[in-house]
């Protein structure tokens, strides 16, 4: 078998690849439970269906998608213009602890404090992207390596942050901050649910994707940035301002999903605010084909990974890793599925003689 | 009994996809002939090379090597057989030497030492100066097509394809490179060649192939055809001939350029110095020379994307605008056609219309931040339409157009934003006989028009044809333009060589 390269890109591979990713990794998943000993069906039954059997189920899934829904949605209009943020995490660690300072510092002061914390917590995220976009503009230090390694120093300084200076003098030492006053949480949408607001905030985001992306001129320039970065230079569109541009953005949106989840579910400082939204938002981005509505999808599937595998772990002991390899199975098989959008298979009967 | 060809092609038949780009074609080259493979862009000349040198394989059909049946499965096994290709891009090392690039294409173990003195010895017995030791980076287009040559000839070819070979040369180095190749087939090789130059084609070559649409349309002998004949062969229809129409006495001057100093973006690129002319409005100015003498630089310089060292060195109708970038230069009135037109001057991905914004943003295709789709979409048809580009529409990719179709879309578009000057490099090149006659067409139009027109261009001819004065870029250096009848092929060869450069 050969490959040889489509004359334009299958647009019908485009949007079967995340299907076929999506059923390869649920085949993959079987063969690892049946692998560690357990029945297959039950355990997909309990990854995929048992956790949306109730109410409660749902909201979880709401709650879960929105912070990957921002970081997606950044890192998606990033990689359009060819500019790589795969530092989500540290962006998100960085807009928490920027809420939190607002929140701990303005306690229980108003209902100001809400709005002041999340912008805090934008800021917070989009000043930790823009380090690397000056790294990048200015050393022309790549954002692929610079994004990821500072997502390490942004957990390192929590862990420090909530071990010292934050740290609850009345928390029997534990390492974490004392809770957000009242004021500076956002509210559960509805009685019994910890689904909060920012699920609106995380659904905004996706027409404001697409009128971004299709309708403005600024993700026109984008978009002709990361297609064809001569063809910008000699329209004129700067690669600098979309650097600078991506990088606070998608800093800005996951410094917000993490200032909404501490503000929000998790209601203090800790070290563990994140099991990798930031780092999954790259898969969801990717998943859903860098396109806002895909995002959303991409989204909730992932949502309902991380749902099904905690499941998993209570109901038939599988630890937490098992959720990483179905997660890494679906992105592993997403760009293998992709290569086929741009290359068909040919089959030939000889091969190599003469 | 006749002589057996040496190269001979049967029901040759090649499919990408819904496309046949080769549809049974039959050929056969003699021993010792030069054979000219004839044809416009997309009519299958380099898919049938390909099949020729082992890169594609055909889905149908046979190819015989002096006589006997062959399956050409890889370069490789073109070479072993005795089949040699200089191809259109050089694939050489800058910073490697004559003999050891040399020396990485041989499969054979010689010590760069005794590869050398082969290496001289074939390259004086084919009238090539090329000095083994030297590093290609030294050398100017016209020395590195040698040394692809020297690859070539070192393993001793029957039949040798050269793609193009005269595009990037001088006048001289064209007459030189005709000497080698029938010293060449006097001695029994055969030589493929592949352009659409008729001019060339009848100066050289003993027998023409031409394809059209993928198909064998005609053979002839170039030396008793007529140019238009084979031009109309190859198009498959009558060529309009130009009207000569009068143009307006030059007006104004629309763009000037004063001492132009530009440093090389790399090691390898040209510096540009001291680089003055006027463009007056109505007038087409020409810049003639070989590539590689500055002309990316240059044009990098006047459109904006490189910055001038001061204000005054770039001057767009009376504003000062050497600080100024591209878009704000294209604000004030300019225009700019880059040669190459995928990744440059049009995004592959994006749709025409989409492509039409590219240099539309200043020029009312956008309120308040959002795109104004409609008028835009108008547009882009207006240009389809009013240029003839053959699309399938304003929503197919710019990736899906030919590159003539794509280029008179990129010429319509700069037109249809009504510039003061407008700056072309190379606009018909990859072009086919038609879209370039439709191209020269337009460019005229437009000078008529009373609009600046400056064509950076390496083919010669195109410049003679075009232009009302003449430059020459070399090294860097712009000669002082003259006006095209006063000057002489000859004299402005010299001048591409950098023969006048030391007077």
């Known amino acids: 078998m050969r490959l040889e390269r489509r004359a334009a890109a299958s647009a019908a591979m485009a949007v079967l690849a995340p299907v076929i990713a999506v059923m390869l990794a649920g085949l993959g998943a ?60 540290g962006q998100f660690t960085m807009g928490a602890i920027a809420g939190a300072a607002v929140a701990l510092g303005l306690g229980d002061a108003g209902w100001f404090v809400l709005p002041l914390v999340l912008v805090a917590g934008v800021a917070g995220g989009a000043a930790w992207g823009g380090v690397a976009a000056w790294l990048r503009t200015r050393c022309n230090a790549h954002e692929i390596l610079v994004t990821l390694m500072l997502s390490y120093v942004a957990i390192q300084i929590l862990g420090w942050l909530v071990r010292g200076p934050m740290q609850d003098p009345e928390g029997f030492n534990f390492p974490q901050s004392p809770m957000f006053a009242a004021s500076a949480m956002l509210a559960p949408l509805f009685e019994g649910g910890r689904v909060t607001g920012a699920l609106v905030l ?59 989840e501490v503000a929000g579910p998790i209601g203090q400082l800790m070290p563990s605010i994140s099991p990798g939204y930031g780092f999954a938002g790259i898969i969801v981005a990717f998943l859903g084909r860098l396109r806002p509505v895909g995002i959303l999808f991409a989204a909730v599937l992932m949502a309902l990974l991380y749902l099904g595998g905690e499941s998993l772990q209570i109901t038939q002991q599988l630890p937490l890793a098992a959720t990483g390899v179905i997660q890494g199975m679906l992105l592993l098989f997403l760009l293998a599925a992709d290569v086929f959008t741009l290359f068909r298979p040919r089959f030939s009967r000889s091969h190599g003689d003469g | 009994m006749a002589q057996l060809p040496r190269l001979g092609l049967g029901g040759i038949t090649r499919r990408f996809g819904a496309t046949v780009a080769n549809d049974g074609i039959d050929l056969a080259v003699m021993p010792g002939e030069i054979h000219a493979l004839l044809g416009e862009n997309g009519a299958g000349k380099s898919t049938l090379v390909k099949i020729i ?31 040699g290709m200089v191809f259109q891009h050089f694939s050489l090392f800058e910073t490697l030497t004559v003999a050891e690039n040399i020396a990485l294409g041989l499969a054979a173990s010689e010590s760069i030492a005794a590869l050398s003195r082969r ?56 007459e030189g490179l005709f000497a080698m190749l029938r010293r060449l087939a006097a001695e029994g090789c055969s030589v493929l060649y592949i352009s659409h130059k008729l001019a060339e084609i009848q100066a050289l070559c003993d027998r023409a192939t031409v394809l059209r649409g993928g198909r064998v349309v005609g053979a ?83 459109t904006g994307e490189r910055l001038a060292g001061t204000a005054e060195a770039v001057v767009l109708a009376g504003v000062a605008c050497g600080l100024l970038g591209a878009a704000a230069r294209r604000r004030g009135g300019m225009a700019a056609v880059p040669e190459e037109r995928l990744g440059r001057s049009a995004v592959a991905e994006l749709s025409l219309t989409e492509n039409a914004l590219l240099t539309g943003t200043e020029v009312g295709f956008v309120a308040r931040g959002f795109v104004r789709f409609a008028p835009l979409r108008r547009f882009a048809r207006g240009v389809i339409e009013g240029f003839r580009v053959v699309a399938a529409g304003a929503e197919a990719p710019a990736g899906s157009l030919s590159g003539g179709n794509m280029q008179k879309f990129i010429i319509g578009r700069e037109i249809g934003h009504a510039p ?26 437009l000078a008529a028009g009373g609009v600046g027109v400056l064509i950076i261009s390496e083919d010669l001819d195109e410049i003679l044809a075009l232009c009302d004065r003449v430059a020459v870029l070399h090294g860097g250096r712009l000669s002082v333009p003259e006006p095209v009848a006063a000057v002489t092929v000859d004299g402005i060869g010299l001048l591409m060589g950098g023969v006048a450069d030391a007077a």
Request: glycine fraction near 12%; proline fraction near 5%.
């Open chain 2, 420 to 445: 003061k000057v407008l700056i072309a490099a190379h606009p018909t090149w990859g072009v086919d006989v038609g879209a370039a006659q439709a191209i020269h067409e337009a460019l005229r139009d």
């Open chain 2, 119 to 174: 290496i001289v010895a074939t390259a004086s017995r084919y009238g090539l100066a090329v000095d083994p030791d030297r590093h290609v980076h030294h050398l100017s287009v016209g020395e590195r097509q040698r040394v692809e040559i020297l690859r070539c000839l070192l393993q001793a070819p029957k039949l040798l394809i050269m793609d193009e070979p005269t595009s990037v040369l001088t006048p001289q180095e064209v």
């Open chain 1, 202 to 260: 995380a659904l905004l985001t996706v027409p404001a994707g697409a009128v971004l992306l299709d309708r403005t001129v600024a993700g026109y320039r984008l978009r002709v940035v990361g297609l064809a970065p001569g063809a910008a230079r000699y329209a004129g569109f700067s690669e600098r301002r979309a650097v600078w541009f991506c990088l606070l953005l998608s800093g800005g949106l996951a410094g917000l999903a993490g200032v909404c």
């Open chain 2, 220 to 302: 002839c002998d170039p030396r008793a055809t007529s140019a238009a004949a084979m031009a109309e062969m190859m198009i498959g229809q009558a060529l309009v001939r130009p009207v000569a129409r009068a143009r307006p006495a030059a007006g104004a001057v629309v763009l000037a350029v004063e001492g132009l100093d530009l440093p090389a973006e790399d090691p390898f690129g040209t510096t540009l110095r001291g680089v003055s002319f006027a463009l007056r409005a109505g007038e087409i100015l020409g810049i003639a020379g070989v590539a590689g003498n500055g002309q990316k630089e240059l044009l990098a310089g006047l």
């Open chain 2, 53 to 83: 040198y082992g890169v594609v394989q055909p889905d149908a059909g046979e190819i015989r090597w002096e006589g006997a049946a062959v399956r050409i499965a890889d370069p490789n096994a073109a070479r072993a057989l005795g089949i």
């Open chain 1, 30 to 89: 079987a063969a690892l439970f049946a692998a560690l000993g357990r029945d297959p069906l039950a355990c997909l039954y309990t990854l995929f269906i048992a956790p949306l059997a109730d109410g409660n189920g749902w909201s979880e899934l709401g709650l879960k998608a929105t912070p990957l829904l921002l970081c997606a949605m950044g890192i998606a209009v990033g990689v359009r213009a060819n500019v790589w943020n795969i530092g989500a995490e």
